[in-house]
């Protein structure tokens, strides 16, 4: 449970609070005073327009793994999760090598391969990569395509925000977080975050809000961390106030703002992105699971920090919750990972102070329930022995999203909709259309836009510490599919104490 709920304004506050973030002209703000879903255009849906066949929450938990998930499940610690299993379908989810998340994600979000949709890494050369530079439509222009609407949340690669019928929150990228440098989740000096423009000074509102220094180190010290011992190495110390909190500021800020608009203004589709589960596993691996190590920081440090990574799934948790609930009974969830993770440098220490890592392609997290979906059974039987079955991969994600909003698969997209999640009924009878031969027709030219200086450098700031720039894929490379029984498992050691 969330102990505390971040409590929102009335709209006629929000609306008073945002015009301190920025002038806009009187004609925008009479858009704005309309109120969620009486804008023009792409504001809300349509009621005498196209229906989808069920309405979609897609849920994206960054490296979220079922060897942690498990014994949470067994303590009855993430009763979110627990329910939607019993209700629906899980699994294991395949993904690529070389594992990157905004390679991975763009790929669930298109069904296409890093060569086709040109996301390639965390940085194209030297400049960070934009929404302009994909190649290929994602679900939410699709469905825009098709007269549905799209409520999206802070998806990964989605700046500069996409014209859709709907709402974007596009992944911004806040300044690394500490005492003297305390930032909100999205940066008020720029740009394009918020699709409509109508709807920016409200969600800059809410954002602000949602990211208070208060705020977040309040549900740092409830959730996640609990009360430190003082003492704590510098080092500890360091991950804990700057190259950690950011996250937890991240992932407030979208879920607030997803709760509320997802609603408020339901839509066809909707995504949110959380990456606090990946950017823990990292740093207190060692920590959580400290078998196989040969090195530590001190018991004292080490026992302080053993429940950052559960407490996180369990605060995570609580979210999807509540989420779910937002989203109503008649949406059909699936809740998601890019990747697993598992241990490495247990050997030694390496350079960026990780101790868990994916680069080697272990699988992730598929759970999936409601209209349209399959109710598999066998949890009790997967809480007592960690048997799972393989779901298919983050290639099929997107077209089995689209034959649950009812429109059929691409030719050219290289994964097909997964029947083993999709019960008989109309997702089923979509998922058996004939395929198109691409969504793609007509969509504009890749684009490299200027990425605003603060957006550029605290993204710099953020994933640099994470070990990941210099990693990118050559689009020549074999870039696959790695299959849950080839990926290595957690006693697999990294060479050289390396990541891998």
């Not at 994602?138 to 990964?156: E, K, R």
Request: proline content about 9%.
């Amino acid at each position: 449970m969330r102990p505390r709920r971040l409590v929102l304004p009335p709209p006629s506050v929000l609306r008073r609070a945002a015009l301190g973030l920025r002038p806009l002209a009187w004609a925008l703000l009479a858009l704005v005073a309309a109120g969620p879903g009486c804008g023009a255009g792409s504001d809300s849906p349509d009621p005498g327009g196209p229906r989808a066949a069920s309405r979609v929450l897609v849920i994206g938990c960054d490296g979220l793994e079922w060897s942690v998930l498990r014994p949470l499940l067994q303590a009855g610690k993430c009763p979110s999760l627990a329910t939607l299993m019993q209700r629906g379908s899980f699994g294991r989810l395949a993904t690529l090598s070389r594992t990157l998340s905004p390679v991975v994600w763009t790929t669930v979000a298109t069904g296409r391969m890093p060569k086709d949709h040109g996301i390639l890494d965390f940085l194209d050369g030297d400049k960070v990569y934009t929404s302009s530079q994909r190649r290929v439509r994602a679900l939410w222009n699709i469905a825009d395509q098709h007269g549905l609407s799209t409520n999206m949340f802070g998806w990964f690669i989605t700046w500069p925000a996409e014209e859709v019928k709907g709402l974007v929150v596009s992944g911004s990228s806040s300044s690394a977080l500490s005492d003297a440098n305390w930032k909100p989740a999205l940066v008020p000096s720029v740009e394009r975050q918020v699709w409509p423009p109508a709807r920016e000074p409200e969600v800059m509102a809410l954002a602000e809000q949602a990211g208070t220094r208060e705020h977040i180190t309040a549900i740092a010290r409830e959730h996640v961390y609990g009360v430190l011992p003082d003492g704590l190495l510098d080092k500890e110390q360091l991950l804990v106030q700057q190259q950690t909190l950011w996250s937890i500021a991240a992932d407030e800020t979208y879920f607030e703002l997803a709760r509320h608009y997802i609603q408020q203004v339901p839509a066809d589709l909707n995504l949110v992105y959380f990456g606090g589960t990946d950017v823990v596993s990292h740093r207190y691996w060692r920590q959580y699971q400290p078998e196989g190590f040969q090195w530590s920081n001190g018991a004292e440090a080490d026992a302080a920090l053993a429940h950052v990574i559960p407490n996180y799934y369990e605060w995570v948790d609580s979210m999807i919750g509540e989420l779910v609930a937002a989203a109503g009974p008649d949406a059909t969830v699936i809740v998601l990972s890019d990747h697993g993770f598992h241990a490495i440098s247990q050997d030694a220490p390496n350079a960026e102070h990780m101790t868990g890592h994916h680069l080697d392609a272990p699988p992730g997290v598929i759970v999936a329930a409601g209209p349209g979906i399959v109710v598999q059974g066998e949890y009790e039987r997967f809480l007592e022995s960690g048997a799972l079955a393989s779901l298919g991969s983050v290639v099929d994600v997107a077209p089995t999203i689209l034959a649950l909003l009812g429109i059929p698969g691409a030719r050219d997209m290289e994964g097909r909709a997964n029947k083993l999640l999709l019960a008989p009924g109309p997702a089923r009878d979509a998922a058996a259309l004939p395929p198109v031969e691409s969504h793609d027709v007509g969509f504009r030219p890749p684009l490299a836009v200027p990425v605003p200086s603060e957006m550029d450098a605290s993204f710099r700031e953020k994933f640099k510490t994470l070990g990941y720039f210099g990693l990118g894929l050559d689009p020549e490379e074999d870039i696959h599919v790695v299959p849950p029984a080839a990926a290595p498992g957690p006693d697999s050691p990294a060479p050289g104490g390396a990541p891998r």
